[in-house]
């Protein structure tokens, strides 16, 4: 049965296509909200949680070892090689920057370095299958204690961000006087 119209109104051809129109843009809408719901899941499924960080990660999965502290850098020990113990803690949070233990004279192979805003996780082959996990307890212990390895690649400054100096000096053509 078709809809009959009086000659002076007829149907706005718009109106089919605003429909589907507000169909997809709810389509749209569900979309997203699922997709932000499985991201937030998924976090909390590898046990970062919600707004985790790397040093929670590893105080909740790692066993506390104080024999094998270091000044201000707290040990932990984990299950698996220092690659495997890193890339778990890079699933927690991810890392500014992370570095390989040099081959040089005094380092240890297979040695992992993470760099974080706020500390520093160096992570050594302790045993046949197990890391020793040291998380600095600020930035600038983490780069006095681990200089010799990524002193060439970290800066000591923490929260460091883009080349060169802020402060341009003022010396000949500084311009404005």
């Not at 850098?73 to 390989?100: C, F, H, K, L, W």
């Given at each position: 049965m078709t809809e009959q119209f009086?000659?002076?109104?007829?149907?706005?051809?718009?109106?089919?296509?605003?429909?589907?129109?507000?169909?997809?843009?709810?389509?749209?809408?569900?979309?997203?909200?699922?997709?932000?719901?499985?991201?937030?899941?998924?976090?909390?499924?590898?046990?970062?949680?919600?707004?985790?960080?790397?040093?929670?990660?590893?105080?909740?999965?790692?066993?506390?070892?104080?024999?094998?502290?270091?000044?201000?850098?707290?040990?932990?020990?984990?299950?698996?090689?220092?690659?495997?113990?890193?890339?778990?803690?890079?699933?927690?949070?991810?890392?500014?920057?992370?570095?390989?233990?040099?081959?040089?004279?005094?380092?240890?192979?297979?040695?992992?370095?993470?760099?974080?805003?706020?500390?520093?996780?160096?992570?050594?082959?302790?045993?046949?299958?197990?890391?020793r996990v040291m998380l600095s307890?600020?930035?600038?212990?983490?780069?006095?204690?681990?200089?010799?390895?990524?002193?060439?690649?970290?800066?000591?400054?923490?929260?460091?961000?883009?080349?060169?100096?802020?402060?341009?000096?003022?010396?000949?053509?500084?311009?404005?006087?």
């Open positions: 009086p000659p002076d109104r007829q149907p706005d051809p718009r109106r089919r296509l605003n429909k589907i129109r507000n169909i997809i843009i709810g389509v749209i809408i569900v979309l997203t909200v699922f997709a932000l719901i499985g991201a937030c899941t998924a976090r909390v499924a590898r046990g970062g949680g919600i707004g985790g960080s790397a040093r929670d990660y590893i105080s909740q999965n790692y066993e506390r070892d104080t024999s094998l502290d270091e000044g201000d850098v707290d040990a932990y020990v984990a299950n698996g090689t220092p690659a495997e113990v890193a890339a778990d803690i890079r699933d927690a949070e991810r890392p500014s920057d992370q570095r390989t233990g040099a081959t040089g004279a005094g380092n240890i192979s297979g040695t992992q370095f993470l760099q974080y805003p706020d500390y520093l996780v160096g992570l050594f082959p302790l045993a046949a299958g197990t890391t307890r600020d930035y600038r212990s983490g780069y006095n204690h681990y200089h010799p390895y990524i002193g060439a690649f970290w800066v000591p400054t923490p929260r460091y961000a883009g080349s060169g100096s802020g402060n341009r000096g003022g010396g000949s053509g500084g311009g404005g006087k």
